[in-house]
């Protein structure tokens, strides 16, 4: 495994295909991508499925911090030299107390995942439908 290399105080840099986190961890960081690319994935039924491909101003890990929930997906860096600003649930915590446009910022970024999901959702139920409705 390569090392994450620290530049300045709240910045990582990741190596392509250095994993960040893995899936089911339990965490106590997210991560805003400043540059580079990062992939989420997740196994099911022993099959690696892509979840997303985060670029920079992208936010990701914050469900550690928030709800204090193991992590729901596998974080690799997509490209060589990602650079990631780094808060734990405290830096996490006083940039929503005290910088309300970062927490309209997370704010945005989770509704904007929630409404992404439910229309996913609602395309699988048309899709399940189609399948067990009987032809006309």
Request: glycine share 4%; no cysteine.
């Given at each position: 495994?390569?090392?994450?290399?620290?530049?300045?105080?709240?910045?990582?840099?990741?190596?392509?295909?250095?994993?960040?986190?893995k899936e089911n961890s339990l965490g106590d960081e997210m991560y805003i991508i400043c540059s580079g690319k990062?992939?989420?994935?997740?196994?099911?039924?022993?099959?690696?499925?892509?979840?997303?491909?985060?670029?920079?101003?992208e936010f990701f890990g914050e469900m550690a911090l928030?709800?204090?929930?193991?992590r729901a997906a596998t974080a690799?860096?997509?490209?060589?030299?990602t650079r990631l600003i780094v808060l734990n649930q405290a830096?996490?915590?006083?940039?929503?107390?005290q910088q309300p446009p970062f927490a309209l910022y997370i704010m945005q970024g989770l509704c904007e995942r929630l409404k992404d999901r439910w229309a996913d959702?609602?395309?699988m139920l048309a899709k399940a439908s189609e399948k067990t409705s009987p032809p006309r």
């Open positions: 495994m390569t090392e994450t290399k620290p530049s300045g105080k709240f910045i990582k840099i990741y190596r392509k295909s250095e994993i960040i986190f990062v992939k989420l994935t997740t196994v099911n039924k022993g099959r690696e499925l892509v979840l997303a491909i985060l670029e920079p101003k928030i709800s204090d929930s193991p690799i860096a997509e490209e060589e030299n830096r996490f915590l006083y940039l929503v107390g959702y609602l395309r």
